[in-house]
């Protein structure tokens, strides 16, 4: 289900079976702060075998797509979630200004920076959803969940449901009706996962050229879907 702009995201998801979720850990919106952090989770999550230069590499061409190419349609919204370790009273210490924007995201220092445990990214540009119609319209009204990740210490704590639920609520801020993914279907673990937050597979007719992430050659994807209360 993981895809980066650049098509270059092997097919991953994290599965966590046993929801014990640490009270330290909670979910807001990315901030310029976290750009290193969340590329590093980004990266070892996906491309774990990688090492010295290429996953430094690897991590500066995560930086860099983030800083600057964290672009999205006219009429489009896009957020990237982090689950971080530290103080839920986040607009306590900030220094500088929200005026400031790079990429996307607001250039805010914070003295209490949590620690990024797991990321997520949610959207409405609708490009790996089904087309609707002769002329192969892009849907409104889904958002769409891509790049789940969390590292490899704080699996198995409830993260990845955390940053789901806090998914789904930005969608419905959104006004969105329903929220989709795609799945590798080699991890039935993260199936079973998206499956007991409520989503549901949609079986894709055969030979329908429905828009998926590109990715490896040979992943194979289920779809899901959850419809939304608004």
Not at 38 to 65: G, K, M, Q
Not at 108 to 117: A, D, E, H, P, Q
Request: aromatic share 10%.
């Amino acid at each position: 289900m993981q895809v980066t702009q650049g098509g270059l995201c092997r097919a991953s998801q994290v599965a966590e079976l046993f929801p014990t979720v640490s009270p330290e850990v909670y979910v807001r919106k990315a901030r310029l702060e976290d750009c290193w952090e969340v590329a590093e989770t980004h990266c070892s999550s996906f491309f774990p075998e990688y090492s010295f230069p290429l996953d430094f590499v690897l991590r500066i061409d995560r930086l860099i797509a983030m800083l600057f190419g964290f672009s999205i349609p006219n009429g489009c919204q896009r957020n990237c979630l982090v689950a971080v370790v530290g103080s839920r009273d986040e607009e306590a210490c900030l220094l500088g200004t929200e005026e400031l924007k790079l990429g996307g995201f607001d250039g805010r220092l914070s003295l209490n920076k949590g620690y990024v445990t797991g990321i997520l990214t949610v959207d409405t540009v609708a490009d790996f959803l089904p087309r609707k119609g002769p002329l192969r319209q892009k849907r409104k009204g889904i958002a769409y969940i891509s790049n789940v990740a969390v590292r490899r210490r704080y699996r198995r704590k409830g993260i990845a449901k955390k940053l789901i639920m806090k998914a789904e609520a930005q969608a419905r801020s959104w006004g969105c009706r329903a929220i989709a993914l795609h799945c590798d279907t080699s991890n039935p673990g993260a199936t079973k996962l998206y499956i007991g937050q409520g989503f549901r597979i949609i079986k894709v007719p055969e030979g329908a050229n429905w828009p998926q992430p590109k990715t490896s050659p040979n992943v194979e994807f289920v779809f899901l879907m959850k419809l939304l209360d608004v």
